[in-house]
C-alpha cells in the first residue's frame, strides 16, 4: 500500500465529495354492469407439479379458493392508462404496498381507443404463475370492443419491479404495430420484525427499558417502510464481533430496528469500507484477533450475528453493495485484468495513460528538478504547473489526433501510381477549395479510426477515395506526385480542428491538474497532503498498475481507477467513448478504487459478472437489505441483473440508495428499473427553516390533514377472480395516482458534516425530532444522536464507538428513544396524514390517524445559527375541538462546541437535556367551536421541543359512513326535471327560476362556480380529491365558514313548491351539513363537504342512469358524461317554456348564452338535438312533449327557430320543419309503441289561414290537428310552394336584417323533385348568421345564405318521404301524397313519386366527379370546381353566386345519414374521405374548406373592424369549427363502410379515435358538456357556448348506432 491511496482515501472517503456536491446544489344501486375482462388461461397442475410454489402460484391458489366468512374485501389499485395505451407522466411509476394478503393491480383502458385496434397487453409479471424472469413477458390479448372499458387484473402477490406496455395496430390499415409508453410498478417488499411493546405509559411518560418500556417481544410483526428507523453503524468502531452485543441493544433501545451498515467484506490496502478487496469475505477485524477460521466459516459467523441481531433486538440489516469498483489490490485482478477497463481492451484510454505515466514521473523528480515539492505558497502552484506543461508538451499527444499526412500522401501516391483511380461518384469537386474538400472528406465517412486515440496517428484514411477525390478535384493537375502533394493540402485543413481539439483538451487537462492540485495542497478546507513525492504524487494517480505479466503486455495491466465527476450524465460510462474524461483529466479519481468493466452483460465478460452475482447472492442470504453505493454511476443492466439475482435469493429485499442525477425524471428511471425501495434524502440539506419545512412536507408528510382522496374516491365492487376460474369477491377500489420514490430521510447521513458544522449542535435535538415525525423511513448515524463534534474520517480514524449501560443517554438519545419508538407505533396504527406549519424559526409537524383522528404534534424551535438562546417568535398553536396532552418537551445545553480529546473513544459533545415538565396547554371556546392553545413556554431557546398526544373531541368515528348513508333513498325517486335543479343550473337558469333570488356560488379568489348544482362544486372537487389539495381557494373558503353547506340545502328548500320531491335531498344534505357544522372541526369541513357533495354526485347520476336506456345505463363513461347533458340541457325556467300560459321544462339550445327567455329554446336546435338527448338516453316523455309543443306552432308550413315560450314565435327557418320530421319518424322507430304518436291531437296555435294572433287570443288554440295532419301539412304547403312576409318584419323583429330578407320564399322542382327557397338577403338554415358591421358595410348581409337547395333538407326531405311512403303502404298513414301545381295543372303526386324524383336527380345535381372528364354526366359549372370528388353544399344558388354550390362544407354527410340511399356508395365514401381529411378537427368539423378564398377559422363577435370577412363575426360559419356535425360525419362514415365492407372493425378504430378530444374534453372542462364550436384547430373560442345541445347529443346518435350495431 503506497501512502497515495491512504492519503486520498482520508481526503475523499471521510468527505463525500457527491454528498457534498449535492449539499452545495440545495443550496445555489343497481349493480353497475361489468366491462369486459381480459381472459387470463390458468397454468394447468402440471406446469408446476413439480417445483415448490412460487408466490404467483399462491395467488393463483387464492382467487381461484372460495372466500371464507368473514374475509376482508380484496383490495383493488386501478390504474388508468391514457388513450394511446401508456400511462400519462405522473403515472409512469406506480409504488404499490406489500401484498401481506393478495391484491389486484388493475390496468384499465378506456373504450374505443386505439389500444383496442388488437392490442396486446405485455408485463413481466409472472401472470401465470412460476418464477419471475424480467425478460419473460406475457401475453394478454385484449377485446376489440367499443362499448365498455378493458380490464386486466394482475394478482399481486409478491415484491419487485415490474414493466408493462401495450402494443396495437396503428391507425388506419397499415401493418405497423405501435408499441405504447412503458409503465412500471414496484411492489415494497414485506419487512418482518420483532414486536415492541408500548414506549409509552397509559399516563403518557417515557417507559424505561427497565419497566419493560418497548421491550422487545418473540412476536413477529410486518412493518411498512414508513415505518423504518434506521442507524448508521460503522463496524471497525464496533470492535470485533464478539464484542457487538452491547451495541446492538444500545441501537435497539433509542428505537431503531434496523442498522444500515458500511460494507463489512475485506477491505482493501486503503483501509476504506468502500474498497474492497476481497467480495466473497468478510473483513478480518470482524473477528477477534488470532481467529483462524475459514472465508465460509467467517460468512456463517456474520450470518449468525445478523440472525442475532433480527431476533434478540429486533435489528433488520441493511449492507451497502459495492458495484461499480473494487480495491486496487484485490487479488483477483491479477488473474482477471479483463475485469478494469485499461488501453487494451478500451484503446481510447491509451493517451490519457500516458499523461497519467507523466504526471508520476515528474511527481517523482520534483525535488530534483528543484521545484518546490511541497506548496507553500500560489505561486508555487505556478511554477510546478508551468513545468509540467513542459513535460505534457515532449508527449505530442497531439499525435493520436492527426492524421500523418506524409504517410497518407504516400499511399494515395501508390494508388495513382498503380494506375487510373476509380472514378468519383461523390458531389461536383473541380475547382472547389482544399477547404471544401477537407469538409467533404470529413463528410464522407471514409476516415478511419475518427477520435478513437487508440495509438499514435491511428486516424487514417481511404487511399483510394483520396486518389479518387483529388483526381476530380484537381483536374489541372496529371502527375501523381503533385496530386499526392493536392492530397497532403486537403488533409492539413483537416487537421487544422484536430489540433484544436488536442489544444483544448490539453488546456481542459491543465486546468483540472492545477485546481485538484491546489485543492489537495493549498485550499484551506482541502486534506493539506504534503510534500510532493513518488508515493504521494501531484495529483490523484488515473491508473492502478499490476504487476507485470509474462502473458499480457503493460496496457492490459494499467487499470481506469472509479471517481466521479462533477454534473455528469449518470447514463453514460465515462470510461467509454466518446467521454475523454480521463484525458482530459475530469475525474476526481478514487486511487484506491479499480473501475469495473462489466460490458453489455454477462457474455460479454463471464468471470466478473459471475463472480459479482456470488457477491450480491451471498448478501441476499443474510442481510435484509442493500443500500446501493454509487447508484447514480451504476449501469442500469447491471444493477438490474445483478438485484434480480439478490432478490431470488431474498424475494422481500428492501433496496435503498442515494441518487446525485440533478434529475427528478432521471431519478425515476432508477427507481422504476432497478426496483429501488427508498431513495435517501438528507435534512441537512435544508440550508434555512422555510427550505427544511419543504423538505419534510415533501418527503415525510404523508397525506395532509384532512386529505379526501381515500374517504371520497374509493369505491366498493364486486371483484371477478382474474383467472378463469374462480369465485367473485367483494373488493375496495382505489384509484392510482402515479407515485413518488418512497424517501428513507436521515437527519444526518454519516458522509456529510455534523450539525455543528453546518448548522449548531443544538440543532441535532429540534432536527431529529422533526425528521422522527414525517412519514418516511427514517435514519440516523450515532454522531448525530451522540452530538460528536466533527464528522468522523472512517478510513483513518480507529477509535471506538462509547457504550453506555441500559438506560443511559448520551446526547440527545433519550429524545431518539422515544421519538423513533413513537415514529414506528405512528406507522403501525396508521397515522398517515401530517401538517406541517413553518413561523419563522419554528417547525410544527402534526401527525393524525384519519379514523380515530388521534395524533401526535411536535413544536420544534430550530437552531440554524449558533450561539443565540433567544425564544424567538411563533404564533399561539390552536388546536380546534382537538384536546392535547403533553408527553415530553425539552432544550439542550452545550457548554462548550470543543470535545475533550480522548484517543481511543468516540465521544460526543458534553450536553445536558433540559426537560420541559408538567407544561399544561390551555382550552378554550372561541364562538361555538372549543380549542386548545399552545404556547411555547418563555424558555425556549433553540434547539427546543414539545411533543403533544391529541384528541379530537366531539367527532363521530363513523361520520364518513354518516355523510354516505341514506343517499339513494334521498335521491332514488328524483326525475330529470329535479336531476337538473340537483345537479346543474348555470347562473342565468337559477336566477330566471328563483326571480333573481338565487345565482351560481361565488367562492373567494376563485369565482363564481359554473352551476348551482352539484356539478358546480364537482369540477374543484375533482381536482381537490384527487391530489389532496387542501390550499385551494375553495378549501380555505370552508375552512373560513359554513356558508358553502348552507347555500346547498337552502337553494333546494326555496324551491320546494315547485319542486316537492327536493325535499328530501334538502333534508339529507341539511342533516349530514348540520352534523358537520357541530362536530367538526374548522379544518377538516373541506374533507366532509367533499364525502357529502361527491357522494350526492354519485348518488344522483346513479339515479340518471337508472331511468336510461340499457344503451346508456350499461354503456362506458363517455356515453353516461353525454347522456348527462340531456339533464344539463332539460330544464324548468320561468322565462321560456313549451307552453305560453305556463311554465313547463324545455330544451335548452346551450349554455350559459342559451339560458333562459326567448333565446333558449331554437327550433332547429331541439331537433337536432332531440335524437340524441332524449331518445337515445330514454327521455321519451320529454322528446314527445316537445314534438306535439313545436306540432301546435305550425305556420306557413313552418315551425319556429325561436320558440319564444309559443307567444312569439318567429318563422324564418326554412330548415326547422325538416328537422322536426326525421324526429318524429326517429320517435316511432325508436320508442315502443311510437307508432301512436301519429293519432295523437295537437291544439293549433295559429288558425289554418295563417293569421298572426296572440297565444290568448280565443281563436288561438281553438281547433286540432293529429301529428299525421301535422306532418302532411308540412308536405303540403311545400309542394304548392311557401311566400310569406315574416310578422312585425322590420327592426322590432330583427334589426340586423335588411327589409328584404324578412321575404321567405320556398318552392319545389318537379322536374327533380327538389325543393330550393330562401334568398341572398336571409339565412334558412343552421348557418344563420347575419351580418352586423355597419363599419364594415356587412349589416344586413347574411354570411352564408345558402339559397337555393341546400344538401342537408335535401336528404331530410327524401328521409320523410321514404318514411311516409312506407307508413302509407302499411295503411298506418292516412295520406298517399300531396298536391302540386305541375305545368299549370293541379295533380296528386304520391310520396313514392316524389321520392323516386329525387333519387334519379340527386346524383347529377350535387356530386362534383373526380375526374373533369365525367362532368358532363352531371350538372356541374367545370370552372367553378375548387375540389373534386364531393358533393355540393346547396345546388341553385343564383348564377351571381353559383359558386357557393361548390363550397367544401360539412353539411353533406347529414343527408347521408338520413337519407344514405340517395348516394352512389363508391362517391359517398370518397366525399366523406376528403371531409376526414380537410374538415374534421379536434372537437368538431371545419365549417368550410381552409383551401377556399372565404375560409376564415377563428371566430370573434367583438370584432368591428373594417375587414368584411370577419367584422361582428361574419365568419361565424366561414371555417370555425362546430361540434355538432361531428356526429353525422361519423354516422355517415359508418353506414358507407358497412356497405362498402363486411368488417368494419377497422373502421369503428378510426371513427373512435375522433372521439378521444371530445371525451377528454367533457371530462375536463367545468361545464361538464361539448362546447358549440371551437376556433381553428380546436382552439377555445370565448364567444362559443361551453356546453351545446346538439354537440353532445349527434356523439350520441353515433355511439347508439355502434351499440345497435355490437348488439346486432
Known amino acids: 500500500m503506497t501512502s497515495t491511496a491512504a492519503a486520498l482515501s482520508a481526503a475523499i472517503h471521510g468527505h463525500n465529495p457527491i454528498a457534498a456536491a449535492a449539499d452545495d446544489a440545495s443550496k445555489s344501486k343497481p349493480r353497475p354492469n361489468l366491462p369486459p375482462k381480459v381472459d387470463i388461461p390458468v397454468p394447468s397442475a402440471a406446469d408446476h407439479a413439480s417445483a415448490p410454489k412460487t408466490p404467483a402460484d399462491e395467488a393463483i391458489d387464492f382467487f381461484e379458493s372460495a372466500p371464507l366468512p368473514g374475509d376482508a374485501p380484496i383490495q383493488v389499485y386501478e390504474l388508468k392508462l391514457e388513450e394511446d395505451g401508456g400511462p400519462n407522466k405522473s403515472k409512469a411509476y406506480t409504488r404499490l404496498p406489500p401484498p401481506y394478503r393478495p391484491y389486484i393491480l388493475r390496468v384499465t383502458l378506456d373504450a374505443g381507443t386505439p389500444p383496442c385496434k388488437n392490442g396486446v397487453f405485455y408485463t413481466n409479471f409472472p401472470l401465470d404463475g412460476g418464477k419471475f424472469d424480467r425478460s419473460k413477458f406475457v401475453e394478454r390479448k385484449l377485446p376489440s370492443i367499443f362499448s365498455k372499458p378493458i380490464q386486466i387484473d394482475l394478482p399481486i402477490s409478491h415484491a419487485g419491479a415490474f414493466v408493462y406496455w401495450i402494443e396495437y395496430d396503428a391507425p388506419g390499415k397499415s401493418s405497423t404495430r405501435v408499441k405504447g409508453r412503458e409503465g412500471y410498478f414496484n411492489v415494497d417488499p414485506i419487512l418482518t420484525v420483532r414486536k415492541r411493546k408500548a414506549i409509552l405509559s397509559d399516563d403518557l411518560k417515557a417507559l424505561p427499558p427497565s419497566a419493560g418500556g418497548a421491550a422487545i417481544t418473540p412476536e413477529d410483526i410486518k412493518i411498512p417502510m414508513d415505518g423504518l428507523a434506521v442507524l448508521t453503524a460503522v463496524s471497525k468502531w464496533m470492535g470485533p464481533l464478539t464484542e457487538w452485543a452491547p451495541h446492538l441493544r444500545e441501537v435497539s433501545e433509542r428505537g431503531y430496528n434496523m442498522i444500515h451498515w458500511t460494507p463489512l467484506q475485506q477491505r482493501g490496502e486503503s483501509k476504506s469500507p468502500y474498497s474492497i478487496a476481497d467480495q466473497l469475505g468478510f473483513d478480518e477485524e470482524l473477528f477477534e484477533e488470532g481467529w483462524k477460521g475459514t472465508k465460509e466459516e467467517g460468512v456463517k459467523r456474520v450470518a449468525q450475528m445478523m440472525k442475532t441481531a433480527k431476533e434478540e433486538y429486533g435489528l433488520l440489516s441493511l449492507i451497502d453493495v459495492v458495484l461499480n469498483h473494487t480495491a486496487n489490490n484485490s487479488p483477483w485482478l491479477v488473474d482477471h485484468p479483463e475485469a478494469g477497463y485499461s488501453p487494451y481492451n478500451t484503446p481510447h484510454l491509451a493517451p490519457a495513460l500516458e499523461l497519467d505515466d507523466a504526471i508520476m514521473e515528474f511527481s517523482d523528480k520534483v525535488a530534483a528538478k528543484g521545484l518546490p515539492a511541497t506548496v507553500t505558497t500560489e505561486a508555487d502552484l505556478k511554477t510546478l504547473i508551468d513545468a509540467l506543461k513542459e513535460d505534457i508538451k515532449a508527449l505530442d499527444l497531439w499525435q493520436y489526433y492527426v492524421i500523418d499526412v506524409v504517410s497518407e500522401k504516400e499511399s494515395v501516391k501508390a494508388v495513382l501510381a498503380s494506375g487510373t483511380p476509380a472514378p468519383w461518384d461523390g458531389p461536383a469537386v473541380a475547382g472547389k477549395s482544399v477547404v471544401d474538400l477537407a469538409l467533404i472528406f470529413k463528410e ?109 503486455p503493460r496496457s492490459a495491466l494499467c487499470l481506469a481507477n472509479n471517481g466521479w465527476i462533477w454534473d455528469a450524465d449518470p447514463l453514460q460510462n465515462f470510461a467509454l467513448r466518446p467521454s475523454k474524461a480521463y484525458l482530459r483529466r475530469e475525474v476526481i479519481a478514487w486511487g484506491d478504487c479499480v473501475k469495473l468493466r462489466y460490458g453489455d452483460g454477462p457474455q460479454s465478460n463471464p468471470w466478473l459478472w459471475e463472480y459479482m452475482t456470488a457477491y450480491v447472492e451471498t448478501l441476499a442470504t443474510m442481510f435484509d437489505g442493500f443500500r446501493i453505493d454509487n447508484c447514480h454511476s451504476t449501469p442500469l443492466n447491471i444493477g438490474v441483473y445483478l438485484l434480480d439475482k439478490a432478490r431470488v435469493i431474498n424475494p422481500n429485499l428492501y433496496v435503498a440508495a442515494e441518487l446525485f442525477t440533478g434529475s427528478e425524471e432521471t431519478d425515476l428511471m432508477f427507481v422504476s428499473r432497478l426496483g429501488i425501495n427508498s ?179 411536535l413544536v420544534a424551535h430550530t437552531a440554524f445559527r449558533k450561539g443565540t438562546k433567544e425564544r424567538g417568535w411563533v404564533d399561539p398553536i390552536k388546536l380546534r375541538r382537538t ?292 331518445l337515445t338516453t330514454g327521455n321519451y316523455d320529454a322528446a314527445k312533449k316537445h314534438i306535439l309543443a313545436f306540432c301546435s306552432t305550425l305556420k306557413h308550413g313552418l315551425i319556429p327557430n325561436l320558440l319564444d315560450s309559443i307567444r312569439n314565435p318567429r318563422y324564418n327557418s326554412r330548415d326547422s320543419p325538416w328537422w322536426m320530421l326525421q324526429n318524429i319518424q326517429d320517435y316511432v322507430t325508436m320508442v315502443p309503441d311510437g307508432i301512436n ?211 367544401l362544407r360539412c353539411n353533406f354527410p347529414i343527408a347521408m345519414t338520413v337519407a344514405p340511399e340517395l348516394f352512389d356508395p363508391e362517391h359517398a365514401l370518397g366525399a366523406l374521405k376528403v371531409a376526414d381529411e380537410v374538415l374534421r378537427s379536434p372537437l368538431g368539423m371545419k365549417t368550410l374548406d381552409p383551401s377556399d378564398g372565404q375560409y376564415r377559422g377563428n371566430y370573434d363577435n367583438s370584432n368591428d373592424s373594417h375587414d368584411a370577412a370577419i367584422a361582428k363575426g361574419l365568419n361565424y360559419h366561414q371555417g370555425p369549427e362546430w361540434g355538432w356535425p361531428l356526429g353525422y360525419f361519423l354516422r355517415a362514415y359508418l353506414h358507407f363502410e358497412r356497405v362498402q365492407n363486411k368488417d368494419v372493425t377497422d373502421a369503428l378504430h378510426r371513427l373512435h379515435a375522433a372521439l378521444l378530444v371530445p371525451r377528454r374534453s367533457i371530462q375536463d372542462d367545468p361545464w361538464a358538456g361539448l362546447p358549440e364550436l371551437t376556433n381553428e384547430n380546436g382552439s377555445y373560442c370565448h364567444d362559443s357556448c361551453r356546453t351545446q345541445a346538439w354537440s353532445s347529443s349527434t356523439l350520441l346518435d353515433f355511439l347508439e348506432d355502434v351499440h345497435q350495431l355490437q348488439k346486432s
Open 444 to 552: 464522407s465517412g471514409k476516415i478511419d479510426n475518427l477520435a478513437a486515440f487508440s495509438k499514435r496517428f491511428c486516424m487514417t484514411g481511404d487511399p483510394a477515395y483520396g486518389a479518387s477525390l483529388v483526381s476530380a478535384a484537381f483536374v489541372e493537375l496529371k502527375d501523381a506526385d503533385a496530386l499526392a502533394e493536392a492530397w497532403g493540402r486537403v488533409l492539413d485543413v483537416v487537421n487544422v480542428d484536430q489540433y484544436k481539439e488536442w489544444e483544448e483538451d490539453t488546456k481542459v487537462a491543465i486546468d483540472n491538474i492545477f485546481n485538484r492540485l491546489k485543492y489537495t495542497r493549498w485550499d484551506s478546507h482541502g486534506p493539506k497532503l504534503g510534500p510532493i513525492t513518488k508515493d504521494l504524487p501531484l495529483v490523484d494517480t488515473y491508473f492502478t498498475r499490476l504487476p507485470p505479466s509474462e502473458t499480457l
Open 883 to 1174: 384536546k392535547a396532552r403533553f408527553i415530553y418537551g425539552a432544550s439542550i445545553d452545550i457548554p462548550s462546541y470543543e470535545a475533550p480529546v480522548d484517543t481511543t473513544t468516540l465521544r460526543g459533545l458534553p450536553s445536558t437535556l433540559k426537560q420541559i415538565t408538567d407544561y399544561v396547554p390551555k382550552e378554550g371556546v372561541d364562538g361555538d367551536e372549543p380549542y386548545t392553545e399552545i404556547i411555547v413556554p418563555d424558555t425556549f431557546p433553540p434547539g427546543s421541543i414539545l411533543v403533544f398526544e391529541t384528541q379530537m373531541q366531539g367527532i363521530d368515528p363513523t361520520l364518513d359512513d354518516f355523510c354516505k348513508a341514506g343517499v339513494d333513498d334521498a335521491f332514488g325517486d328524483l326525475d330529470f326535471v329535479d336531476l337538473n335543479v340537483l345537479l346543474h343550473r348555470c347562473d342565468g337558469e337559477e336566477k330566471d327560476a328563483t326571480g333573481g333570488e338565487i345565482g351560481t356560488y361565488n367562492v373567494p379568489n376563485q369565482g363564481n362556480l359554473v352551476y348551482c348544482g352539484l356539478e358546480g362544486w364537482m369540477h374543484p372537487l375533482r381536482h381537490i380529491m384527487k391530489f389532496n389539495d387542501l390550499g385551494h381557494p375553495l378549501c380555505g373558503h370552508l375552512r373560513e365558514g359554513t356558508w358553502a353547506m348552507d347555500y346547498v340545502h337552502t337553494r333546494l328548500d326555496k324551491q320546494l313548491k315547485t319542486f316537492p320531491r327536493l325535499a328530501k335531498p334538502a333534508a339529507w344534505f341539511k342533516e349530514r351539513f348540520d352534523k358537520i357544522k357541530a362536530t367538526v372541526p374548522s379544518f377538516l369541513r373541506p374533507k366532509y363537504f367533499a364525502i357529502v357533495i361527491f357522494e350526492a354526485y354519485k348518488a344522483a347520476r346513479r339515479t340518471v342512469m337508472e331511468q336510461c336506456s340499457e344503451f346508456v345505463s350499461n354503456g362506458h363513461s363517455f356515453t353516461q358524461d353525454l347522456a348527462l347533458t340531456s339533464v344539463q340541457m332539460y330544464g324548468l325556467v320561468q322565462s321560456a317554456s313549451l307552453d305560453p300560459g305556463k311554465p313547463v321544462p324545455s330544451l335548452a339550445a346551450g349554455l350559459p348564452h342559451f339560458a333562459s327567455s326567448w333565446a333558449r329554446c331554437w327550433g332547429r336546435d331541439v331537433f337536432i338535438s332531440l335524437r340524441g338527448l332524449f
Open 1237 to 1447: 304518436i301519429l293519432a295523437e291531437p295537437v291544439k293549433r296555435r295559429f288558425p289554418l289561414d295563417d293569421t298572426w294572433i296572440a297565444w290568448d287570443d280565443p281563436q288561438a288554440y281553438s281547433y286540432s290537428s293529429t301529428v299525421a295532419e301535422i306532418i302532411q301539412e308540412i308536405l303540403q304547403r311545400h309542394a304548392l310552394g311557401i311566400s310569406f312576409r315574416e310578422h312585425n318584419a322590420g327592426a322590432n323583429l330583427d334589426m340586423q336584417m335588411k327589409d328584404e330578407g324578412f321575404n321567405i320564399e320556398v318552392h319545389v322542382d318537379w322536374t327533380t323533385g327538389i325543393i330550393y327557397g330562401g334568398s341572398q338577403h336571409n339565412c334558412g338554415t343552421w348557418m344563420d348568421k347575419m351580418g352586423e358591421s355597419t363599419k364594415a358595410g356587412t349589416k344586413g348581409v347574411p354570411g352564408t345564405p345558402r339559397d337555393g337547395a341546400p344538401i342537408e333538407i335535401i336528404g331530410l326531405l327524401k328521409s320523410t318521404l321514404r318514411w311516409v311512403d312506407q307508413l302509407a303502404s302499411k295503411g298506418q298513414f292516412p295520406f298517399k301524397g300531396v298536391e302540386a301545381q305541375i305545368d299549370g295543372k293541379l295533380q296528386l303526386v304520391t310520396y313514392k313519386e316524389w321520392n323516386d324524383l329525387l333519387q334519379a336527380s340527386f346524383e347529377k345535381h350535387f356530386y362534383v366527379p373526380l375526374d373533369p372528364a365525367d362532368d358532363a354526366k352531371y350538372e356541374v359549372n367545370s370552372a367553378l370546381v375548387n375540389r373534386r370528388g364531393i358533393y355540393k353544399d346547396v345546388y341553385g344558388t343564383p348564377k351571381d353566386r353559383e359558386w357557393s354550390d361548390y363550397q
Open 679 to 857: 431513495l435517501i434524502r438528507e435534512a441537512y440539506n435544508g440550508w434555512d427553516t422555510k427550505e427544511f419545512s419543504r423538505l419534510l412536507y415533501r418527503y415525510g408528510l404523508g397525506k395532509p390533514i384532512g386529505s379526501m382522496d381515500a374517504a371520497c374516491l374509493t369505491s366498493a365492487a364486486d371483484i371477478p377472480s382474474p383467472f378463469a376460474h374462480g369465485p367473485s369477491r367483494p373488493g375496495i377500489v382505489t384509484p392510482l395516482q402515479g407515485s413518488v420514490p418512497h424517501a428513507l430521510l436521515f437527519d444526518l447521513t454519516h458522509d456529510n458534516e455534523t450539525p455543528l458544522s453546518k448548522r449548531s449542535a443544538e440543532d441535532a435535538l429540534s432536527t431529529g425530532a422533526l425528521v422522527a415525525f414525517t412519514w418516511a423511513a427514517i435514519g440516523s448515524v450515532k454522531g448525530f444522536d451522540d452530538i460528536y463534534p466533527k464528522h468522523l474520517n472512517i478510513v483513518s480514524d480507529s477509535r471506538k464507538y462509547e457504550v453506555v449501560e441500559s438506560g443511559e443517554y448520551k446526547g440527545i438519545a433519550e429524545v431518539k428513544r422515544l421519538l423513533n419508538h413513537l415514529h414506528s407505533e405512528m406507522v403501525l396504527d396508521g397515522f398517515t396524514e401530517g401538517h406541517v406549519h413553518q413561523e419563522n424559526d419554528y417547525i410544527v409537524l402534526h401527525r393524525v390517524q384519519p379514523i380515530t383522528q388521534k395524533g401526535y404534534l
